[in-house]
């Protein structure tokens, strides 16, 4: 039998993270349009309605079916617009360990919700699945990653050196693809300790989301 994460949702007092659904889909393929965006990840570039739907509909649920992680849409507790996307990945049962991606909408930068979002899903991953460890892995100039990391305790591991492809504009306003080096973070449980203190009333989890 496969392990599986719960169909969950977490809370804490400004953000609601949950299962995406289809009324996402619009504002999910604008927020993955974003420069930034295309310039970190490996999402397709122009990201259609089509990409959306499909990561909503079929890739994510599937993530959680066959155990290999779980996906969560970051959304506002007051005005219940997405925020952003957090995704636990390459989940080793046996270890009990996963690792964290996480982009936040241009809109709602600045704000504190990347560190806030990956916070509570640390936290909700070592006290309500007793898992041992979270990874991250931010490419060398992607500082805002990296500021993240270490807001969240994460301890710096090390260096893969030539282990990414980040996109960058070229004069013409085309894309190309840069070979960088990705920084290794960690959060072991007791990285939390006095950095779960930046989440006033701690976090709430519902089960089955529906």
Same mark, same amino acid.
């Given at each position: 039998m496969t392990s599986t994460f719960p169909n969950v949702s977490i809370s804490t +007092?400004?953000?609601?993270?949950? =299962?995406?659904?289809? =009324?996402?889909?619009?504002?999910?393929?604008?927020?993955?349009?974003?420069?930034?965006?295309?310039?970190? #990840?490996?999402?397709p570039q122009p990201y259609t309605e089509a990409h959306a739907r499909s990561w909503i509909? +079929?890739?994510? =649920?599937?993530?959680?079916? +066959?155990?290999? $992680?779980?996906?969560?849409?970051? #959304? +506002?507790?007051?005005?219940?617009?997405l925020v952003g996307i957090v995704h636990l990945r390459n989940t080793d049962w046996r270890i009990r360990s996963s690792e964290i991606s996480y982009v936040i909408a241009p809109w709602a930068r600045g704000e504190g919700y990347a560190s806030e979002a990956a916070l509570i899903t640390a936290q909700w991953l070592f006290n309500d699945q007793k898992f041992e460890r979270l990874e991250l892995r931010t490419p060398a100039?992607?500082?805002?990653?990296?500021?993240?990391?270490?807001?969240?305790?994460c301890i710096s591991e090390g260096v893969l050196r030539g282990a990414w492809i980040a996109r960058a504009r070229t004069d013409d306003g085309e894309w190309t693809e840069v070979r960088t080096d990705l920084i290794v973070?960690?959060?072991? =449980?007791?990285?939390?300790? $006095?950095? $779960?203190?930046?989440l006033p009333g701690g976090f709430t989890s519902f089960g089955d989301w529906n």
């Amino acid at each position: 039998m496969t392990s599986t994460f719960p169909n969950v949702s977490i809370s804490t +007092e400004r953000l609601v993270l949950r =299962p995406f659904e289809e =009324p996402d889909i619009q504002s999910f393929a604008d927020m993955m349009n974003d420069e930034l965006v295309t310039a970190w #990840t490996t999402v397709p570039q122009p990201y259609t309605e089509a990409h959306a739907r499909s990561w909503i509909t +079929e890739q994510a =649920p599937a993530e959680r079916a +066959e155990g290999r $992680g779980i996906v969560f849409a970051v #959304t +506002e507790f007051l005005t219940q617009r997405l925020v952003g996307i957090v995704h636990l990945r390459n989940t080793d049962w046996r270890i009990r360990s996963s690792e964290i991606s996480y982009v936040i909408a241009p809109w709602a930068r600045g704000e504190g919700y990347a560190s806030e979002a990956a916070l509570i899903t640390a936290q909700w991953l070592f006290n309500d699945q007793k898992f041992e460890r979270l990874e991250l892995r931010t490419p060398a100039d992607n500082t805002a990653s990296q500021q993240v990391a270490q807001k969240i305790g994460c301890i710096s591991e090390g260096v893969l050196r030539g282990a990414w492809i980040a996109r960058a504009r070229t004069d013409d306003g085309e894309w190309t693809e840069v070979r960088t080096d990705l920084i290794v973070w960690s959060l072991l =449980p007791e990285d939390l300790e $006095g950095v $779960g203190d930046q989440l006033p009333g701690g976090f709430t989890s519902f089960g089955d989301w529906n």
